[in-house]
């Protein structure tokens, strides 16, 4: 199933330990070249921790039945005295807070922010309603979403994962000690330690408004939610809240739609949220109308080699988004359900509606 590595060749493949990547509450991530050419991302489990070592376990055994093309998928493991490390997929272009919020970056297009908020809501929908017993990730952040080198995103770090009320999961559950990251925590969790899916889809909001606004969750000494407030009391303040580097290039509308799902899955009491399905359906709307309708204009304006634009499009389902190095595919349907409704009917029977105004701003 996995493949297991010596210690000799993982020390090898990250150079003697020395290609750091990224850090983490249980260990260090190394990039890894192993002999036979293959690249990796290595992670080096914190050797002194009993909490590390059940981690270790933990998400060894829940990515081993956890299969999605939105998570970060695990090639191997090592475990040799007190060393233990997991072999995961390398994802080229790092993590989502490392693209948007360390300078020489490229920024992110508005349409491959949308994307990759898609990826992740496709992602949390498979562990929330796809899995048997359906799981909560518990610590959904832009340091645990990475991008492939097409700029498609995959959820990753599963250590805090743990089974929803209505499941059990083989593996022994871990504490009741608050967890998670300032700024993404759901406050009715930190209030109550009792966990549901939809503590998820507040951390889920938090990180929505990040990939608008391009801020840290706490940025300055204050909460992003927070500081967001100011500019939700009018249309006209709306655009200031667009990260300034793609100011000139989003489109209002759905803008408007995204604060409202903010809005929405940010509400203090979980029952008020919605559920990740509803969002990950709200927002594939959004991405399908703007590509039709981009289609559209194109069919009507342009002739290319012969054929209208509109023939050139029909024969494919999918339209290619190219900026500096960002190439992603706006896909028509999403990765975890071929069909999705309107928001008219995504309010599922015993889901609950969108508060008064939500989406009336």
């Not at 330990?17 to 992670?43: L, M, N, P, R």
């Not at 949390?124 to 097409?150: A, G, Q, T, V, W």
């Not at 700029?151 to 929803?164: N, Q, T, W, Y």
């Amino acid at each position: 199933m996995f493949r297991r590595y010596s210690y000799k060749e993982t020390k090898k493949a990250t150079d003697n330990f020395s290609t750091e990547i990224g850090k983490g509450g249980f260990g260090t991530v190394y990039k890894a070249q192993f002999s036979d050419g293959s690249i990796a991302a290595v992670k080096r489990m914190n050797k002194v921790s009993k909490q590390g070592e059940e981690e270790f376990c933990r998400e060894m055994e829940l990515l081993a039945r956890l299969h999605h093309r939105h998570l970060v998928s695990l090639k191997g493991f090592c475990v040799e005295s007190n060393e233990r490390f997991l072999v995961y997929e390398y994802m080229e272009n790092g993590s989502l807070k490392d693209y948007l919020h360390s300078p020489g970056r490229s920024p992110l297009r508005w349409e491959t922010r949308l994307q990759i908020a898609i990826d992740v809501a496709n992602a949390l929908e498979y562990l929330h309603f796809y899995c048997d017993p359906p799981l909560c990730h518990r610590d959904i952040k832009s340091s645990n979403i990475l991008l492939d080198e097409n700029f498609v995103a995959k959820v990753a770090d599963f250590g805090l994962a743990h089974a929803s009320r209505i499941g059990a999961i083989s593996f022994e559950p871990v504490n009741t000690d608050i967890r998670g990251t300032p700024g993404y925590m759901d406050p009715e969790y930190v209030v109550t330690q009792e966990l549901t899916e939809k503590s998820d889809v507040y951390s889920y909001g938090v990180l929505l408004l990040e990939l608008v606004t391009g801020r840290k969750a706490i940025q300055d000494n204050k909460n992003l939610l927070e500081w967001s407030q100011k500019f939700i009391l009018s249309d006209s303040s709306l655009p200031e809240l667009v990260d300034p580097s793609i100011r000139d290039s989003f489109d209002f509308e759905q803008l408007h739609l995204i604060i409202g799902i903010i809005q929405w899955c940010t509400q203090r009491e979980g029952r008020l949220r919605p559920s990740i399905k509803q969002v990950r359906g709200m927002l594939s709307e959004a991405v399908d109308q703007a590509h039709h309708g981009l289609e559209d204009e194109i069919a009507e304006n342009c002739y290319v080699g012969g054929r209208s634009s509109r023939e050139r499009f029909s024969s494919r389902n999918e339209l290619m988004i190219l900026h500096s190095g960002d190439v992603r595919c706006l896909q028509s349907s999403s990765s975890t359900s071929r069909s999705y409704c309107s928001r008219s009917v995504l309010l599922e029977s015993g889901s609950p509606q969108s508060p008064h105004g939500l989406f009336s701003l």
